[in-house]
């Protein structure tokens, strides 16, 4: 989920994703979720899709096992 990324990434202060439309009948979309966010705007994070997650300083972050 964007909230337990959000949460794991130190300085973390928003998680970004685009979703691009598969048919012309979806149109695409573009989710955020940040630390003020309501739980129902948490969103699934999957494997190969890009996110951007905005910090506010340098840190470190080692990624949890799957």
């Known amino acids: 989920m964007a909230s337990d990324l959000l949460a794991s990434v130190p300085y973390c ?3 970004y994703m685009w979703s691009k439309t ?3 009948f979806e149109t ?3 989710y955020a979720y940040f ?3 309501d739980p129902a705007d948490d969103f699934m994070l999957y494997a190969w899709y890009t996110y951007w997650v ?3 300083q340098a840190g470190k972050w080692t990624p949890p096992n799957p």
Do not use: K, L
Request: charge should be neutral; charged fraction near 0%.
């Open 28 to 30: 695409p979309a573009f």
């Open 35 to 37: 630390n003020i966010s």
């Open 22 to 24: 598969v048919s012309c």
């Open 54 to 56: 905005n910090v506010t």
């Open 13 to 15: 202060t928003g998680v």
